[in-house]
């Protein structure tokens, strides 16, 4: 059983895509320059559904309206410099996609966790993303 301080190594990953053909992509404050989707953690006890709706939110401040779980997900290896936040002998995480379409780019509201948002055509983010994961999802989901 884990530790009430020990992290949900579960999360969320949302992509925020244009019908016009942009991204939304953020860079991370920590680590710094760091670019991706909307992303965070379950919490002990959240849904994936729930988790989303509330990163979108807290990250953007985009409504969840029109929300699409896309029923699938990676699991990937955690950072060595993030294992401490989990449980002992946590290696591994599992991403929940999610898929939000908007008509044209949207002003968004950043969280403090973030320094910029950026919409960016298809290619332009596929090449700007860090997250391995965030690009599969895209490359999945958006190319034609």
């Known amino acids: 059983m884990p530790g ?6 579960e999360s969320v990953l949302v992509i925020v895509a244009a019908r016009t053909g942009e991204v939304l992509v953020l860079t991370r404050r920590q680590p710094a320059g760091f670019r991706q989707s909307v992303t965070g953690s379950l919490a002990w006890g ?3 559904w729930s988790a989303a709706v ?5 990250e953007t401040g985009l409504s969840a309206e029109g929300l699409i779980d896309l029923e699938i997900g990676a699991r990937f290896r955690i950072r060595p410099e993030w294992r401490a936040r989990f449980g002992p002998g946590v290696r ?9 379409w908007v008509d044209a780019p949207v002003p968004v509201r950043l969280s403090p966790e973030h320094t910029e948002a ?5 290619q332009q983010a596929l090449r700007s993303i860090d997250s391995w994961t965030n690009r599969l999802a895209i490359e999945r989901y958006l190319q034609d």
């Open 4 to 9: 009430a301080a020990d992290k949900r190594p």
């Open 46 to 48: 959240e849904s994936a």
């Open 118 to 122: 950026s919409w960016m055509p298809l």
């Open 54 to 58: 509330r990163e979108l939110g807290e």
């Open 92 to 100: 591994e995480n599992v991403e929940h996609w999610f898929l939000l």
